[in-house]
């Protein structure tokens, strides 16, 4: 399994452990959504809270036990840093949107491109890089959990890849996606310029991409048995 894997450590970050039977999106206030432990329970916000300014409302949180929201916070500070700092890198933060005429509709093969892609921040230490990667993953996998509404889906295969506007420019293919995600299924913007994002089912899998200060871009794939 790609979330997160027990025990594993970087820089002596540990990361939350979490049972492979337990990455079932089946919505339980009362159940960590990465351990599966139930009871005595806290929200974790999904980007983490200190990416928006103050006051920001209707941020997403989604029930956690009290070790994987402590387990995490490094992790979300590092990732924060890092998006910020990537902000800052990238002068152009224009969404290189095709035109709507050209946009291909997702297809099964949508999901099978993504598959091949690598995950693309190789400029950090291997640290900032795990940090930054596992807490995208942390993001697609709280989305699933906040959206999805229906019976208990159990998730064998996640993936998230990491993309600047200058990356999608030389991959018309993925820009295409990112804009028919946009389009067409459902966007939600918790706060402009920080963080939005669009999430679709593709049959029996998902699809979602958000958007860190205005020009980190991630795409994730979630594939269900």
Same mark, same amino acid.
């Not at 091949?116 to 400029?123: A, E, K, R, V, Y």
């Given at each position: 399994?790609?979330?997160?894997?027990?025990?594993?450590?970087?820089?002596?970050?540990?990361?939350?452990? +979490?049972? @492979?039977?337990?990455?079932?999106?089946?919505?339980?206030?009362?159940?960590?959504?990465?351990?599966?432990?139930?009871?005595?329970?806290?929200?974790?916000?999904?980007?983490?809270?200190?990416?928006?300014?103050? #006051?920001?409302?209707? +941020?997403?949180?989604?029930? @956690?036990?009290?070790?994987?929201?402590?387990?995490?916070?490094?992790?979300? #500070?590092?990732?924060?840093?890092?998006?910020?700092?990537?902000?800052?890198?990238?002068?152009?933060?224009?969404?290189?949107?095709?035109?709507?005429?050209?946009?291909?509709?997702?297809?099964?093969? &949508?999901?099978?491109?993504?598959? #091949?892609?690598?995950? @693309?921040?190789?400029?950090?230490?291997?640290?900032?890089?795990?940090?930054?990667?596992?807490?995208?993953?942390?993001?697609?996998?709280?989305?699933?959990?906040?959206?999805?509404?229906?019976?208990?889906?159990?998730?064998?295969?996640?993936?998230?890849?990491?993309?600047?506007?200058?990356? +999608?420019?030389?991959?018309?293919?993925?820009?295409?996606?990112? &804009?028919?995600?946009?389009?067409?299924?459902?966007?939600?913007?918790?706060?402009?310029?920080?963080?939005?994002?669009?999430?679709?089912?593709?049959?029996?899998?998902?699809?979602?991409?958000?958007?860190?200060?205005?020009?980190?871009?991630?795409?994730?794939?979630?594939? &269900? @048995?």
């Amino acid at each position: 399994m790609e979330l997160f894997r027990p025990g594993s450590m970087v820089d002596e970050i540990s990361y939350p452990l +979490l049972d @492979s039977s337990a990455l079932v999106i089946s919505p339980s206030p009362n159940r960590c959504v990465y351990c599966g432990l139930e009871g005595e329970i806290t929200r974790d916000h999904i980007p983490p809270k200190k990416l928006f300014p103050k #006051n920001t409302r209707n +941020l997403i949180t989604i029930p @956690s036990c009290q070790k994987c929201n402590n387990d995490f916070s490094p992790l979300d #500070n590092r990732f924060l840093q890092a998006m910020r700092r990537q902000s800052e890198l990238l002068k152009d933060e224009a969404f290189p949107m095709p035109p709507l005429d050209d946009v291909l509709l997702i297809t099964p093969n &949508t999901i099978r491109y993504c598959e #091949n892609l690598d995950f @693309s921040l190789t400029q950090f230490d291997p640290q900032t890089y795990m940090a930054v990667k596992m807490v995208a993953l942390k993001i697609v996998w709280g989305i699933l959990c906040n959206e999805y509404y229906g019976p208990p889906v159990t998730v064998e295969k996640l993936k998230v890849i990491y993309r600047t506007p200058d990356d +999608l420019r030389s991959d018309p293919y993925l820009t295409r996606i990112f &804009t028919s995600l946009y389009y067409r299924v459902i966007t939600r913007t918790i706060s402009r310029n920080h963080f939005e994002y669009n999430l679709m089912r593709l049959g029996k899998d998902f699809i979602c991409s958000f958007q860190v200060y205005q020009n980190n871009f991630f795409l994730g794939v979630a594939c &269900t @048995s």
